[in-house]
């Protein structure tokens, strides 16, 4: 059933806390990014939200100070990143706010901070980062996504200001530095001219004269990491053959190694040098607002690449903004792991590759329903932890079949599950109790003795039911409800479950109109099977906060 009623007693209050709720603010060289999370105490996080403004302050690197125009764009932005922390409930003492190389080498770095956190309001702090704690960030970005936190890493960042190298190993840093070479600056600095050889030898230079040459090959490494968007765009442009005349499109990104090799660096930076207007055209058309940049970042890496004896990189969609996070879950929560389960990780880089970022908002909150419902049921049902780590796997997962189109979606959603030999660390049956549970989050509700789940462990089938019943509903009320709600609870109430849903006036009042078309609704049918599986209601509750002026 759903509770119309608006709970007034709260006074004061705007809305609750959102204690699962982590944010970061990366103030780049070439763009400012905002990065919000779902965390669990339980070593992992997902992002719920993520929102990126071209602000490109390394233009003003030549002045050695931030313009009053790029500064006004700067402040313009920040305001509405705490727009949107507001409207997801994330605290300051929750926001890590960092700046970087543009910010650093500045003149004027301590006037913009301060007209930084005004513009962010009571209560943020904005941390300047050295070179060295930019490196050392970076790496553990990476170790967040990639299933390399025992092995020895080279780590390798690619800014609009500045480029950051890091070796390290389970997570310990043993060298670190950041060079200024970033792919804004050497755009300004040589580029515009056309001066690709002199822009070569002043890599090379910059690199010799470092010394890491010389670290690189003391410490060795096993693996090499590329962390930053420029590195993840050419991967991607080497994923669609970017150099052919006539390319590859691809839509499926199932397929995707996310490894960039020297061999198809080089083809990349060939095409990209060219002066031919087609290939101009083309790079405009790929590579969008990073196109005016993408040359002297393609040049440096492919600089990086045959100094340090690179071969092939493994890239990390998850850099700064993800370990900035790590390190604020890392002193909220005592016992928080730096290496966070591999086996989760993998199932948040396939839900956030194969998820667009609508998709995977929704997904979050469907995650965030069930756990609550799941916890309610625990112990009465003696479900343990594996089988909320299945449910919740499954709520990321559910909808990435969309990817091939709506009809029958969540077929496609079971194949690309099975199929796709991305769930590292899970066994043959865990992986298609996943699949099973997402490809069943819709459509007839399976019984005992539905002929997909007769090859399950009798364990798993008998937690089955209960599982594909949580995510159904979860599904529903998703679907239906439209909710913003970012804290759900549940509590027992009257034999039954209560599952309240928070929000301010505003964002429920349109949620209160759809109230009474729920009751032929998707989500009453679920209710129904609910109460059919575990032998008790559950309860939707509307719990509206507002203020008193």
Not at 68 to 91: D, E, K, M, W, Y
Not at 186 to 214: D, M, N, P, Y
Not at 285 to 293: A, C, P, Q
Not at 506 to 526: A, D, F, G, I, Y
């Amino acid at each position: 059933m759903i509770d119309k009623s608006i709970d007034r007693s709260m006074g004061s209050a705007l809305s609750p806390p959102s204690s699962y709720h982590f944010a970061s603010i990366d103030m780049g060289t070439n763009s400012f990014k905002l990065l919000i999370i779902r965390a669990f105490p339980d070593d992992v996080f997902f992002p719920v939200h993520r929102h990126k403004e071209a602000v490109v302050l390394g233009r003003d690197a030549a002045a050695g100070a931030i313009s009053p125009q790029s500064q006004a764009l700067a402040l313009q932005s920040l305001g509405s990143f705490s727009r949107i922390l507001q409207t997801h409930n994330v605290i300051p003492s929750r926001t890590a706010c960092l700046a970087t190389s543009a910010i650093r080498e500045a003149s004027n770095k301590g006037e913009f901070v301060a007209a930084a956190e005004e513009a962010l309001g009571l209560g943020f702090h904005v941390r300047v980062l050295s070179g060295e704690e930019e490196a050392e960030l970076a790496y553990k970005g990476a170790i967040q996504f990639l299933p390399v936190y025992e092995k020895l890493i080279l780590n390798v960042d690619i800014g609009g200001g500045s480029t950051e190298f890091t070796i390290g190993k389970r997570g310990e840093v043993l060298y670190c530095t950041s060079l200024k070479l970033g792919h804004v600056t050497l755009t300004q600095e040589s580029l515009e001219h056309g001066e690709f050889l002199k822009l070569r030898e002043h890599i090379v230079s910059a690199v010799e004269k470092s010394g890491l040459v010389h670290k690189v090959k003391q410490f060795g490494f096993e693996v090499a990491v590329g962390s930053s968007g420029t590195i993840r765009e050419l991967e991607k442009a080497e994923f669609c053959g970017y150099w052919l005349d006539d390319g590859i499109a691809p839509n499926w990104e199932l397929k995707r190694q996310w490894r960039l090799s020297r061999r198809g660096l080089t083809s990349i930076v060939e095409r990209l040098c060219c002066a031919d207007e087609k290939w101009k055209e083309k790079r405009d058309r790929f590579f969008g607002k990073r196109s005016e940049f993408i040359l002297a970042g393609a040049i440096l890496l492919e600089e990086i690449f045959n100094l340090l004896g690179i071969e092939e990189m493994d890239v990390s969609k998850y850099a700064l903004g993800e370990a900035a996070i790590a390190d604020t879950l890392s002193k909220v929560y005592s016992d928080y792991a730096s290496n966070a389960n591999v086996r989760w990780q993998s199932v948040i880089r396939l839900a956030t590759r194969l998820n667009s970022k609508k998709q995977m908002r929704a997904a979050a909150q469907c995650a965030g329903f069930a756990r609550e419902i799941f916890e309610g049921l625990r112990k009465e049902y003696e479900l343990c932890g594996k089988d909320l780590e299945y449910l919740q796997a499954a709520c990321l997962l559910h909808g990435i079949g969309l990817l091939n189109g709506r009809k029958g979606y969540h077929k496609q959603t079971y194949h690309m599950i099975m199929d796709s030999d991305k769930l590292h660390g899970y066994e043959f049956q865990e992986v298609k109790f996943i699949a099973l549970l997402a490809k069943h989050h819709r459509k007839k509700f399976p019984g005992p003795d539905h002929a997909s789940l007769q090859d399950l462990p009798e364990e798993m089938k008998e937690n089955f039911r209960f599982l594909c019943s949580i995510i159904r509903v979860s599904v529903a009320l998703r679907q239906d409800l439209l909710t913003t709600s970012q804290n759900p609870e549940c509590s027992y109430a009257n034999e039954g479950l209560d599952l309240l849903l928070h929000g301010s006036i505003n964002e429920l009042s349109s949620l209160l109109e759809m109230v009474c078309p729920l009751e032929e609704s998707r989500t009453k049918e679920e209710l129904m099977n609910f109460r059919k599986v575990f032998k008790r209601d559950l309860s939707a509750v509307v719990k509206g906060l507002v203020s008193v002026d």
